[in-house]
């Protein structure tokens, strides 16, 4: 009898009878078959099932498929020969079938879903209805505005999924009047330790992508998030590509993270947002900085973030997610919900609706609840086992207790090996083949492996591998070569972990090959974001140098998302696959590469020790040149955590290259050694020669590489040789060379510079515009170093032009910060630039005695001195304890603050004393501005102290010096204490007019000279 005429089909109360016993069907399937019911024999698209039956909630056609694929199993009917409901690949589906309505008032779906009823299936969860509350609790907050991170944690099997699945059927798949929602899905998997960085944010993304609202989540991106544009190359029109690549120039991983949080934040004020992501203990560090942003930021963006781990994944030292949950958990940013396995009630509840009442007894309980321990998901594959033995059928004779344990006291792998007994060798074949890719996997790469046709693959994951729940749906894909496929992926790991276990070694490396191919074929070449995936089966597959090759590609990936975990864990292999291939040069060449990963990523203590081993390596296989490179590599970090060894590592390096017949690599060390000792020691004349000839070497090379090394530390040596225009005309060609290759850290740098040599010149407006700029940049890009750096240059031009308010607002809260970490620059400019403010401010009030009451006057000067001293005293502490902490161009204005200091307290021989050192030190490296500035000192102090013909005669040097070189900074004031008002106002007008471009700054410098000359 065919089975529609055993089929009563009631929409109104929305009942489907089969054979005289109503099935159990979930609401919303039982809503697609309605809508399909009433477009009889017409294709009906996905889009339109998706819109009548989920019209608020934006989800992908994956969910089309559970919702098919359970009619189907209900309806008894084949994808390959169907009775009811005809698969139109790529398209929908068409019913054919005919169903025997019932005589009720029938209903239609047009716009809206049949009423929702409770759904009694066998698989509706077990004693979870607490933590399906606890969930519902969170979104309700989250659509209220107040963000959520909710974890889910529970060991294998104890329902992490079927907990996440059935809150979302509940609350989205199958309820009446679902909230408007966007729900993004992911699934993160075991990338064998080489993750690829943002993989399941960027399959998130993906969903979001393939859903109704796929536009708006498009416009938004590029909007708010426009750097994560550049991870989905397929969203950007080819003509398109140049532009936003220049308008990312300087992208940092900070950016990314704070563009992404940017994104959530605007997609969910229209709409709310949930971000399921599951098994996060396979989830990339990339990512995990990510979800780590997302809860730190202060908004009220109406998201949720659902995720689940394995709870035993906290117990790993090493584990990357336990960092972050543990930052998560402290500062109060997440909520946790425990999952355990059922207790022996939880059992019994479940033995009623699994099993037949035969097995229902308290004896029964307790052999399940012993051998189970209440896990769910050992419970349904002991359940299986049994139905497999017989021992389910109600009809079946006596069963003894002794059998049903003998049924149930197998482990796991002997109980799967019985499910799968049922499998076809068809299925069994497919299943075996998906278990190669540790990630979803598409159907064409199936039918590549299997040398089938890609729709013969479709059906049998349609069929009987999708409705026993071997494999879930993941939607579909389309790949560059105009492939259109379907995705799946495994219902459970331990089901991959099986099949894969279970491949011989031959056809496991088969089967990783023609995987690995078809991703190539089908990606036409562009797969850096595939990298990872390809050097995987290729190794698997025995193909060792594609292995290595794609290895070094997805490290290079990883570096360009400044994903430098993964970027040094790919590298890593690279080195092992090196070694293993016999290829000495490119281990080396790699180990290199992971010593710049880690010391992009700031780890400087493992740097250093990584460079140790290079150069151990090195020396093994007497690569003098490797070694030369690793000893200079060790020298620049450890500038940053001890100078004196940075030192004596370059002192090291030189000596290595002397030894050598390597010509360039003599002029190169000699040349990082200068800028090392220049900047630590300082700067003596016999270094011009090394600095001169490792630039000449840079510019004769072509090298870029080489030439983003020396270009900046030749920009140092030309400012502190007073070679001011020299500096500008290098400086802007060095920016564009880093623009034009893409390096931020050497375009900013040359960027500094170029801001210090219009400083000198007295092109302070030029000056402002660049600083501005560079700021822009840096802060746009998260380079908060950078950012650091120029705020203090800024600070420091504002002091000197006069607006003493906005330099100390600039400055105060950098050296707050600089103050409590290890003594640096940054700290010693930001306290010699308050020790200057706090003279000037000083000089300010004292100027003002004939306005104010003699004793509140006397007072405030007090105060200020009381400040400057203290800043005094704390530098000089500093550097008894620090000597070669400061850079030794910063002691100059240092030198410059205390002869101020001393001169405003009338300490003549300090000040005088502090006047030579400045000159002995401006002269040491032909620094003219500061040369001029300390005869400029020097001659105040002799004429406090009476002293007027050594002053004039210092004076008159001084003047000799200007009459042959601009240096605009200490000129009008050299001409204003000789007195001579004429040159004096030139100078002045032409910085007034130098200033143009900055009007308030021009007032301050204005009214700065003003009260000067009135002194």
């Given at each position: ?50 819109t ?28 390959k ?9 790529r398209?929908g ?13 029938q ?16 698989t ?7 933590a ?5 609790e ?74 109704a ?6 416009q ?17 029109p ?14 940092t991983?900070?950016r990314?993270l ?28 990339a ?14 963006a109406?998201?949720m ?6 709870s ?6 090493e ?13 109060q ?61 109600e009809?079946?004779a ?19 090996s ?8 068809q299925d ?14 598409a159907?064409?790469?199936l ?17 009987q ?7 879930a ?17 495994f219902?459970h ?15 496991c ?25 390809l ?21 290079q990936?990883?570096?360009?998302c ?24 490119l ?10 990963y ?57 000596a290595?290259?002397?030894?050598s017949?390597?010509?360039a ?34 510019e004769d ?5 080489l ?17 001011y ?8 060609r ?16 040359c ?14 407006g ?23 750096h120029?705020?203090?240059?800024k ?14 607002a600039l ?54 001195v009381?400040k ?10 500093r ?8 850079d030794?161009v ?6 410059q ?6 001169l405003?307290?009338e ?8 006047a ?5 030190q ?7 501005t ?24 210092v004076?008159?040097g ?31 007008q032409?910085?007034?007019k ?16 003003t ?5």
């Open positions: 009898m065919g089975m529609a005429q055993t089929i009563v089909f009631d929409p109104a109360n929305q009942i489907l009878e089969i054979a005289g016993k109503r099935a159990q069907v979930s609401p919303k399937a039982f809503a697609v078959l309605t809508y399909l019911h009433q477009h009889h024999q017409q294709l009906v698209t996905k889009e339109d099932l998706l009548a039956v989920w019209p608020k909630v934006f989800v992908t056609d994956a969910v089309l498929k559970v919702a098919v694929g359970e009619l189907r199993k209900v309806l008894n009917d084949h994808p020969q169907p009775q009811f409901i005809e698969t139109v690949h398209r589906y068409r019913f054919i079938g005919e169903l025997q309505t019932a005589q009720a008032a209903t239609t779906l047009e716009n809206s879903v049949p009423a929702p009823v409770i759904s009694t299936q066998a509706t969860l077990i004693a979870r209805d607490d399906l509350q606890t969930i519902s969170h979104w309700a907050l989250a659509q209220s505005g107040q963000k959520q991170l909710l974890f889910i944690s529970a060991e294998a099997g104890v329902g992490k999924t079927a907990l996440v699945q059935a809150w979302l059927k509940q609350q989205f798949f199958e309820a009446d009047n679902p909230s408007p929602c966007l729900l993004a899905n992911a699934v993160c998997f075991d990338q064998h330790g080489s993750g690829e960085p943002y993989w399941p944010v960027l399959s998130a993304l993906g969903t979001l992508l393939q859903s609202q796929a536009d708006a989540v498009k938004c991106l590029r909007r708010y998030a426009p750097s994560w544009l550049l991870q989905i190359p397929s969203l950007i080819e003509q398109d590509q140049a532009q936003l690549k220049q308008e990312l120039f300087g992208v991983s900070q990314m704070r563009e992404f949080v940017d994104f959530v934040d605007a997609l969910s004020l229209s709409t709310p947002l949930l971000l399921c992501i599951e098994d996060l203990h396979w989830c990339d560090a990512s995990l900085d990510l979800i780590m942003a997302l809860a730190q930021r202060q908004s009220s109406r998201f973030l659902l995720g689940s781990f394995r035993s994944a906290l117990q790993q030292d584990s990357a997610l336990k960092v972050v949950y543990s930052q998560l958990t402290l500062h940013q997440c909520q946790t919900l425990p999952l355990t396995n059922l207790d022996e009630a939880g059992v019994a509840q479940w033995m009623a609706r699994a099993l037949p009442e035969t097995l229902r007894s308290e004896v029964y309980t307790q052999l399940f609840y012993r051998y189970t321990e209440g896990n769910p998901l050992l419970l349904t594959a002991v359940s299986d086992h049994l139905q497999q033995m017989g021992l389910m059928d009809q079946a006596a069963i003894t207790p002794e059998q049903i344990e003998q049924g149930i006291s197998g482990g796991l792998k002997q109980l799967l019985l499910k799968t007994a049922k499998l076809s060798k069994r074949q497919v299943l075996e083949a998906a278990s190669v890719s540790s990630a979803a996997f159907t064409e790469s039918a590549a492996v299997m040398q089938q046709d890609v729709l013969e693959i479709e059906e049998v994951c349609e069929d591998l999708l409705h026993e729940q071997w494999l749906p993941e939607g579909s894909q389309s790949w560059p070569d105009g492939s259109i496929s379907e995705s799946y992926r219902w790991q331990l089901y991959r972990q099986y099949f894969y276990e279970n491949l011989s070694a031959a056809r490396r088969h089967y990783h090959l023609r995987f690995a191919e078809r991703l190539l074929s089908g990606y036409l070449g562009k797969v850096s974001e595939l990298a990872s995936q050097a995987y089966h290729f190794e698997a597959g025995g193909d060792l140098p594609r292995a290595l090759a794609f290895s070094k590609e997805a490290s990936h990883a570096a360009q400044f994903a430098y975990r993964e970027a040094i864990a790919h590298i890593s292999n690279v080195i092992a696959l090196s070694e293993r291939l016999e290829q000495p040069e281990q080396l060449a790699s180990r290199k590469r992971r010593c710049t880690l010391l992009a990523s700031g780890q400087l203590g493992e740097t250093v020790k990584e460079y140790k081993s290079l150069i151990e390596a090195s020396q093994a296989l007497a690569d003098s040149k490797a070694e030369i490179d690793a000893t200079l590599g060790m020298a620049d970090a450890l500038f940053w955590i001890d100078r004196q060894a940075c030192l004596d590592a370059g002192k090291r390096a030189v290595l290259a002397e030894a017949d390597d010509e690599s003599k002029i190169h060390t000699k040349g990082k050694l200068a800028h090392f000792s220049s900047v630590v020691e300082g700067y003596q004349p016999a270094y011009a020669a090394d600095y001169e000839a490792a630039f000449k070497l840079a090379s072509g090298d870029v590489a030439q983003c090394v020396h270009y900046p530390r030749h920009l140092y040596y030309l400012i502190i040789r007073s070679r225009q020299q500096a500008n005309d290098l400086a802007a060095a920016m564009q060379l880093a623009l034009d290759n893409g390096d931020a850290v050497s375009y900013l740098s960027e500094f510079f170029h801001a210090w040599a219009l400083f000198y010149q007295g092109q302070w030029e000056m402002l515009e660049v600083i501005e700029a560079a700021l822009a940049l840096a802060t746009k890009n998260e380079h908060r170093p950078w950012v650091a120029f705020t203090i240059q600070a420091w031009l504002l002091l000197q032009a006069g607006d003493f308010e906005g330099a100390k400055c105060q809260p950098v050296y707050d910060q600089a103050k409590l970490m290890p003594t640096g620059s940054l700290y010693f400019f930001s306290v010699i630039i308050l020790l200057q403010l706090e003279v000037a401010l000083g000089g300010e009030v004292s100027e003002e005695v004939g306005d104010l009451v003699g004793e509140e006057v006397s007072d405030q000067v007090g105060e200020d009381d400057a001293q203290a800043y005094v005293t704390e530098i000089t502490q550097l008894n304890a620090e000597p070669n902490a400061i030794w910063l002691r100059f204005p240092l030198q603050g205390l002869a101020a200091f001393y405003a307290r300490q003549w021989s300090d000040a005088a004393s502090a030579i050192e400045l000159k002995t401006a002269d040491s490296s032909g620094e003219l500061y040369s001029v500035m300390a005869d400029y000192f020097l001659a105040q102090s002799r004429i406090g102290q009476g002293n007027h013909d050594e002053a004039q005669t004076l008159e001084a003047v000799e010096v200007l009459q042959k070189e601009d240096l605009p900074v200490i000129s009008w004031r050299t001409y204003a204490l000789k007195q001579d008002q004429k040159r004096c106002d030139a100078v002045i032409a910085r007034l130098a200033l143009e471009s900055a009007p308030d700054l021009q007032r301050c410098f204005q009214r700065l000279y009260k000067s000359s009135s002194s």
